[in-house]
C-alpha cells in the first residue's frame, strides 16, 4: 500500500507563493492518479487539482485555475502543487491522495474514489 506524506506548508503573505511536496512509499506511486485536496474547519474535503499517472492531463478546480500547478516526478515517486497568488480564502489544511484504481482520467474523479491519503499540511495565506 501506497504511504503519502506531505511537506511544505506554512505562512505566506497575500499574493506569495508556496510549493507543496508529497513523498510517496510503497506500492506503484508512478500507476495512480493522484490528486490534492484542502480542508477547512467546519467544510467538506474540496478538490483543488488532480494529474494522470504520466502527467499528460491535469484538472484544476476553477477556483485555483491559473494560480495553482500540480505536477510529479515519477522518478523519485514525488508530487508536487504549486501555488502562486495565494489569497487569503486559500487558507486551509492541504492533503495529497492516490487513487489506486485510476492511471488515466478524463474528468474530476468523486473524493470517494481516493483511497489513499496523507495526513495533510498547514497553509496559512495572510492578508
Known amino acids: 500500500q501506497v504511504q503519502l506524506v506531505e511537506s511544505g506548508g506554512g505562512l505566506a503573505q497575500a499574493g506569495g507563493s508556496l510549493r507543496l511536496s508529497c513523498a510517496a512509499s510503497?506500492?506503484?506511486?508512478?500507476?495512480?492518479?493522484m490528486g490534492w485536496f484542502r480542508q477547512g474547519p467546519g467544510k467538506e474535503r474540496e478538490f483543488v487539482a488532480a494529474?494522470?499517472?504520466?502527467?499528460?492531463?491535469?484538472l484544476y478546480a476553477e477556483s485555483v485555475k491559473g494560480r495553482f500547478t500540480i505536477s510529479r516526478d515519477n522518478g523519485v515517486n514525488m508530487l508536487y502543487l504549486q501555488m502562486n497568488n495565494l489569497k487569503p480564502e486559500d487558507t486551509n489544511v492541504y492533503s495529497c491522495?492516490?487513487?489506486?484504481?485510476?492511471?488515466?482520467?478524463?474528468?474530476?474523479?468523486?473524493?470517494?474514489?481516493?483511497?489513499?491519503w496523507g495526513q495533510g499540511t498547514q497553509v496559512t495565506v495572510s492578508s
Open positions: 491522495a492516490a487513487a489506486t484504481r485510476w492511471s488515466v482520467i478524463v474528468n474530476i474523479l468523486p473524493t470517494s474514489e481516493y483511497d489513499r
Open positions: 494529474i494522470t499517472w504520466d502527467g499528460g492531463r491535469t
Open positions: 510503497g506500492g506503484t506511486f508512478r500507476q495512480y492518479v
